[in-house]
């Protein structure tokens, strides 16, 4: 064959084996799906967890406790969610009586696919990690209040917005930081918690709010507002569900959050989602501060420094926008 006409089919064929190739999707391309996610607002956050501190330390069995469980209940049901008050009572380590409640918020109830976000509303009734007054009230704002700031603004985008395509729960756990006061020892014997913190979520766990409830998994904040805030990825969190660590984690890296979400592992607490995690069987996990240097909860924990001055706008909306990205890219 003339070697010009050889030439002029080899290029023919691959002509015809670029346009192929540039004729099919790009199989990437297929698999990437595009949700309209709600913006979370950061500034209404901030406003929820200053009118937390306003109510004063929101300690169990105490006026500002009684006042921030109406406004919490309140404000889910104007935001059109589904309320349960879940009422009991329980003994702490120093043989205190008190009377707590869970407040679960649910939206799209008939979804048989359920979210849980989580995280606890009650103040720690002394600031033992102070240098100074150890037995002192603090305001909480970052122990207690930043998640629950977070959660009641996931509540009014839900409300206020198309729903995603499955079921949310918020849950409020009570009773979570009434533990044993550092270098002291339990005054009684434990009774059948397993432990005197996370007295909420221990009940919640034994005693659901819905006969036979159950989530596809779950998300628990805790001390989530400070400035500068990291997010390491927890012990347990990774034992009990590392699928879905790596869900939250690569979102926020997606989302341009990886100064907050740090994908370095560390070790196990006992918070709130050990209990979901062994008792209700529901995968979740927890995101939680963590300072280098200092280890978890970081400086401003149990102490008066826990104050409105520490909350940041810009860490409330990497927590905020993370959670809503999960949970509305769920199918």
């Known amino acids: 064959m003339n070697k010009k006409i050889i030439l002029f089919s080899v290029l023919a064929l691959l002509l015809v084996q670029s346009c192929d190739r540039k004729s099919k999707p790009d199989e990437a391309a297929k698999t990437v799906r595009t949700v309209n996610v709600p913006a979370f ?28 469980s109406h406004y919490f209940i309140n404000r ?52 033992d990690k102070d240098e100074e007054k150890k037995d002192a009230p603090f305001d909480g704002a970052n122990d207690g209040a930043s998640g629950v700031g977070i959660l009641l603004e996931v509540a009014r985008v839900l409300g206020q917005n198309k729903p995603p395509e499955v079921g ?18 339990s005054r009684v014997n434990l009774p059948d918690d397993q432990s005197w913190w996370c007295l909420g979520s221990q009940y919640w766990a034994k005693h659901k709010h819905q006969k036979n409830y159950s989530a596809y998994f ?28 790596e869900k939250v984690w690569n979102t926020a890296a997606r989302l341009g959050y990886t100064d907050y979400f740090v994908k370095t592992n560390v070790g196990a607490i006992t918070d709130d989602h050990v209990f979901v995690n062994q008792l209700a069987r529901i995968p979740m996990i927890d995101i939680v501060h963590y300072q280098a240097g200092v280890g978890f909860f970081g400086e401003y924990h149990h102490n008066r420094k826990d104050n409105l001055s520490i909350i940041s706008k810009e860490t409330l909306a990497a927590v905020g926008n993370t959670l809503l990205n999960v949970v509305y890219y769920e199918e």
């Not at 330390?57 to 006026?63: A, E, F, K, L, M």
């Open 76 to 127: 889910f049901k104007k935001f059109g969610a589904t309320v349960t008050e879940q009422d009991f009572e329980a003994t702490t380590w120093d043989n205190q009586q008190l009377k707590l409640k869970n407040i679960i918020a649910s939206y799209n109830p008939s979804a048989p696919k359920r979210i849980l976000l989580a995280a606890h509303w009650d103040t720690r009734p002394y600031a």
């Open 218 to 245: 779950g998300i628990l904040l805790d001390m989530v507002g400070s400035k500068h805030a990291q997010f390491f990825r927890e012990g347990s969190s990774l034992e009990y569900a590392p699928a879905i660590v």
């Open 168 to 185: 949310v729960d918020l849950i409020l756990f009570d009773g979570e930081d009434w533990g044993e006061k550092e270098n002291e020892r």
């Open 41 to 68: 607002n950061a500034d209404s956050a901030y406003a929820f967890v200053a009118r937390q501190v306003a109510f004063g330390p929101r300690v169990p069995n105490s006026p500002a406790h009684r006042q921030a």
